[in-house]
């Protein structure tokens, strides 16, 4: 069963850069297509970039060009390198199971997640 931690979340400047780490464990890490997931405040859960376990990655329109997501099969960890950040960017984010072509397919128990504020 897999088991998720975000971390790396904090305040950013509009135009700055983050990195977030997710940490898995439960072996089948390697096998899923995972995602990170943002909610921000009011709004509901998106799925923002997809990474097959074959390296294949994908974007929502949102972030494309800025946000960078990458994994360590081996590891069992996966990030997501966050640049030229702005306010729209401000949410609590999540890593979870996904499908490629972002589509949302968590598995039921999520993670803490971890907050991004991105303000002047």
């Known amino acids: 069963q897999l088991q998720l931690v975000e971390s790396g979340g904090g305040l950013v400047q509009p135009g700055g850069s983050l990195t977030l780490s997710c940490e898995a464990s439960g072996r089948v890490f390697k096998f899923y297509t995972m995602g990170w997931y943002r909610q921000a405040p009011g709004k509901q859960r998106e799925l923002v970039a997809t990474?097959?376990?074959?390296?294949?990655?994908d974007y929502a329109d949102s972030v494309k060009g800025r946000f960078n997501i990458s994994r360590d099969n081996a590891k069992e960890m996966m990030w997501l390198q966050m640049n030229a950040v702005h306010p729209d960017d401000t949410a609590v984010y999540y890593c979870?199971?996904?499908?490629?072509?972002?589509?949302?397919?968590?598995?039921?128990?999520w993670g803490p997640g971890t907050q991004v504020t991105v303000s002047s």
């Open positions: 979870n199971r996904a499908l490629s072509g972002l589509v949302s397919a968590p598995i039921n128990t």
């Open positions: 990474m097959r376990a074959d390296g294949d990655k």
